[in-house]
């Protein structure tokens, strides 16, 4: 299981998480849900170890085994689909491609490239990488942005058999039905309700 203790975070004199504790279950789909601008994003990117709170601790997290998918999907635009997964996939795991583009729905899409993407492609194509680099933990910030909801509803079930815990964020009440835990926050400072 994974521990946040009394974290705190400021930028400035304005202070995001402000002793800030939960625990994430060791296995299925929690999601966060709150306002925008509560510190859920921040959250995320001190559990990535990219950003260093001001205290506190976080435990269970192994080092360089944690993959994070951004709000913005960050698609190179001169590689195609499939060149995005085998970019992270070492080649002895390239085999793993077709599996990756079911999971994220993008069979038959190998060959184009980004800009020929719709918003929900690029960012199921974005989750699709993020998911290859097959992480101790997977934060998805808002993973569904752009995705239709019948689709993102199946796609998430796929998540819940992902060997390791996703935390995602979403503001979307039937993503957050369908997660296997929900924890609702305030902020900032970001809180539980």
């Not at 709150?34 to 709170?53: D, H, N, Q």
């Not at 808002?142 to 239709?148: N, T």
Request: net charge neutral; proline share 8%.
């Amino acid at each position: 299981m994974i521990r946040c203790r009394d974290l705190t975070v400021s930028f400035g004199d304005r202070t995001v998480l402000d002793r800030f504790s939960f625990d994430v279950p060791a296995a299925g789909v929690t999601a966060l849900s709150g306002p925008s601008g509560c510190g859920k994003t921040t959250l995320l990117r001190v559990l990535a170890g990219l950003e260093k709170p001001r205290s506190g601790a976080v435990e269970g997290i192994v080092p360089r085994q944690t993959a994070i998918l951004f709000q913005d999907d960050r698609l190179l635009p001169w590689r195609t689909v499939e060149q995005h997964l085998t970019d992270v996939l070492p080649k002895s795991r390239w085999g793993e491609v077709p599996a990756r583009l079911a999971l994220a729905e993008l069979e038959g899409e190998e060959k184009t490239f980004p800009a020929a993407l719709s918003g929900g492609m690029g960012r199921r194509l974005a989750l699709a990488r993020c998911l290859a680099l097959e992480a101790g933990l997977y934060l998805l910030d808002e993973p569904f942005a752009g995705v239709d909801l019948p689709r993102a509803l199946r796609i998430l079930e796929r998540l819940k058999k992902l060997p390791a815990p996703v935390l995602l964020v979403s503001h979307e009440p039937a993503v957050l039905s369908a997660a296997n835990a929900v924890i609702e926050l305030d902020g900032p400072p970001l809180h539980m309700m």
